[in-house]
């Protein structure tokens, strides 16, 4: 009758304390040669981006709803151009005795020519030829809702049938829900590179450890635990994902630095407004971290699992 191998008792009280750098020698590795940093940093970068707009997109979004929230436009839509601004005075005049107006500013007639030029052209031949109506801007003490741009509505049709009042808040709703959809689609761009990057761990973790099967049986028949196995090669995943992580990050605010100074050299008001912010700065440091746990997580259940399945 065959009898097992013995093991020497010495071995397996070495192992013990098998942690830190001798059970690093367990899975060698050169950081700045493996392909694994550089997957990591690319993906990080790309999700801080992604990230980033999605902010700045939230905060473009919420600057105007605010900036808008209490913001009227009336128009005097009237052919003859002397009525008109007659219409135009008497307007903003009922409109500045209500209780609920704040400010209001008749816009200029050269003012609307100007802004309409690179359409209707200029000159005193194409505002005949299309009438512009007059326009005021009206600023409310409150949130301009459905039933007080009724009820200012309704206070000037009284006087002017030919007026008209609108939220312009509503000329926007379609711009607010295209942003909503950008921050949507970068909201999936971000779940998709959290996938890739955890399939790449998974990759890089199998390959591992399939790369060092053998060691892995000799530390099992030592006393080795599958805790302590584990932990091995989630500490050179882990590693990985630190470097990666960090050159991920450094590359995505280079590139949102870069991305920012372009659209601060357009110099406008609404474009500003989806500036980030010290919590959305935060936000893009935490990321990361995050990657770095993502992957810690993913090559312990890759671990455990292939251990698992050798017993």
Known sequence: MSRAPLIDRSLVRDLVPFKGRRAARLVPRNPASGPMPWVIAI?????????????????????????????????????????????????????????????????????????LAPWIGSGTDAEEAVPIPALIDVQLESVADTAEVARLNALLLDEIPQARVDAQSDWLRPVYDALASLQYLALALIALLALTSAAAVWLAARSSFNNH??????????????????????????IDALLGGAIGLILGVLAIGLIGSQF?????????????????WLVLTAIPLAGVLLAMLTARITVMSALKRML
Not at 60 to 67: E, F, G, K, Q, Y
Not at 95 to 110: G, K, N, T
């Open 213 to 238: 099967r053998k060691t892995v049986e000799i530390v099992h028949l030592l006393g080795g635990t599958d805790r302590q196995i584990a932990q091995v090669f989630q500490r050179s995943i882990t």
């Open 43 to 115: 993906m990080i970068a790309l999700t801080v981006m992604a990230a980033a707009a999605g902010l700045a997109l939230g905060n473009l979004a919420d600057r105007a709803r605010t900036d808008l929230s209490g913001a009227l436009t009336v128009q005097i839509v009237e052919a003859n151009a002397e009525t008109r601004a007659a219409l135009a005075k008497r307007a903003a005049e009922i409109l500045v005795a209500d209780p609920a107006v704040a400010s209001l500013r008749v816009i200029p007639r050269e003012e609307l020519s100007e802004m």
């Open 264 to 280: 601060a050299a357009i110099d406008s008001g609404m474009v500003a407004g989806g500036n980030l912010r010290q919590f959305d």
